[in-house]
């Protein structure tokens, strides 16, 4: 079963706007993380963020914020003013901490295009 | 700092034929993994490993096999290759856990895109 759900295939959104791409997940286990990538069209995956289910405050890095809502499964990434290079994939990945092996699950993604 | 290093970046099969992709990490991860991503589509693991001669299956290992002989290095091998082995190929690397939750991201190569026709 799809663990990652990221439902907006594709989006375009204008420089020095805000874009909000959603994902959800699904997992009984109470302690796991979340990840957010970006792949720009040349190809290479970049770490942007990371959210634990204990932290207590919503993860920043920069121009990038995650607006976690454990109850409702959900753990969004919204970039703030966003810039030409942000035209990319996104993935959203959950980690379980029962999984030893520190697998991540993906989601399909979203590509998002930033126009000037 | 290297990182994960793979090998080739491209390649051409012909169905049938068998080859190697290499990944190799400078960090002294102990996980790594390989995942490959189809067009428009997520990534899917393949296989992964905990250290030296640990090696286990992923969510679609079939046609691939690993071997994890050294820290470093974790080639995956493809044999009789078919054209829905068609994709592009992700290794990555972690550090072994050192919190209540695996926090450590995956470090990903730079990818190897494969075609097999």
């Known amino acids: 079963a799809q663990k990652i759900t990221q439902t907006q295939p594709g989006m375009f959104v204008q420089e020095k706007e805000a874009v909000t791409l959603d994902c959800t997940y699904d997992?009984?286990?109470?302690?796991?993380?979340l990840f957010w990538y970006k792949q720009p069209s040349s190809g290479e995956m970049i770490f942007l963020i990371y959210?634990?289910?204990?932290?207590?405050q919503n993860a920043t890095e920069g121009r990038y914020s995650l607006n976690f809502q454990k109850a409702r499964k959900s753990a969004n990434l919204v970039i703030s003013a966003s810039q030409l290079g942000d035209s990319a994939m996104y993935f959203c990945a959950m980690r379980e901490a029962t999984d030893s092996w520190g697998k991540l699950q993906f989601g399909a993604g979203t590509q998002v295009v930033v126009t000037p | 700092n290297a990182g994960v290093t793979q090998t080739p970046k491209f390649r051409i099969l012909k169905i049938g034929q068998s080859m190697t992709l290499q990944c190799t990490q400078d960090?002294?991860?102990?996980?790594m993994y390989w995942y490959r991503q189809d067009p428009g589509m997520g990534l899917k693991l393949i296989y992964y490993s905990v250290g030296a001669g640990i090696t286990d299956k992923g969510e679609v290992p079939n046609g691939y096999n690993v071997s994890r002989s050294t820290t470093e290095d974790f080639p995956l091998r493809l044999e009789l290759a078919a054209p829905s082995q068609t994709s592009v190929y992700f290794c990555?690397?972690?550090?072994?856990?050192?919190?209540?939750?695996?926090?450590?991201?995956?470090?990903f190569g730079n990818g190897t895109r494969l075609t097999v026709t």
């Open positions: 997992t009984s286990d109470p302690s796991y993380g």
């Open positions: 990555a690397s972690s550090t072994a856990r050192d919190s209540r939750v695996h926090n450590s991201p995956l470090h």
């Open positions: 959210q634990g289910s204990y932290d207590q």
């Open positions: 960090m002294n991860h102990n996980y």
